[in-house]
C-alpha cells in the first residue's frame, strides 16, 4: 500500500508558478513510476506528466509541455510538479499517482491516488 498527499495547490494568476508537491507513505516510493493528472469541473480526468521510478525518464501531456516539470526525490519519497506560465485552463484539481507501470497516460495505469489539491489561475 502507497499512501499519497498533494500539497501546494491554491489561486495564482496567469504568467504565474505553483509547486506542486507528492509526499507519500508506505513503500519504497522508487517502486513506482509516479504520475501527475487533473480534473477541471464537468471535465474527465486528463493526464500532465510522469516520472519513472528512478527519475531518469519523463513525459508530459502536449498542453503542459515546456511550462510544467515533474521531478522526483525517492529519499524524500515526495514527487515534484513545477508549474510555471500557467494559464487559466490549467484550473482543476490536481491529482498525483503511484502505479507499476512506466510512465503511463492512462489513469486505470496506476493503482493509488492522493486526494487532490485544487489549482485555480485567474484572468
Known amino acids: 500500500q502507497v499512501q499519497l498527499a498533494e500539497s501546494g495547490g491554491g489561486l495564482v494568476q496567469a504568467g504565474g508558478s505553483l509547486r506542486l508537491s507528492c509526499a507519500a507513505s508506505?513503500?519504497?516510493?522508487?517502486?513506482?513510476?509516479m504520475g501527475w493528472f487533473r480534473q477541471a469541473p464537468g471535465k474527465e480526468r486528463e493526464f500532465v506528466a510522469a516520472?519513472?521510478?528512478?527519475?531518469?525518464?519523463?513525459k508530459y501531456a502536449d498542453s503542459v509541455k515546456g511550462r510544467f516539470t515533474i521531478s522526483r526525490d525517492n529519499a524524500k519519497s515526495t514527487v515534484y510538479l513545477q508549474m510555471n506560465s500557467l494559464k487559466p485552463e490549467d484550473t482543476a484539481v490536481y491529482y498525483c499517482?503511484?502505479?507499476?507501470?512506466?510512465?503511463?497516460?492512462?489513469?486505470?495505469?496506476?493503482?493509488?491516488w492522493g486526494q487532490g489539491t485544487q489549482v485555480t489561475v485567474s484572468s
Open positions: 499517482a503511484a502505479g507499476f507501470l512506466g510512465l503511463g497516460a492512462r489513469s486505470d495505469e496506476y493503482n493509488y
Open positions: 508506505g513503500r519504497t516510493l522508487s517502486r513506482y513510476a
Open positions: 516520472v519513472s521510478g528512478s527519475g531518469g525518464s519523463t
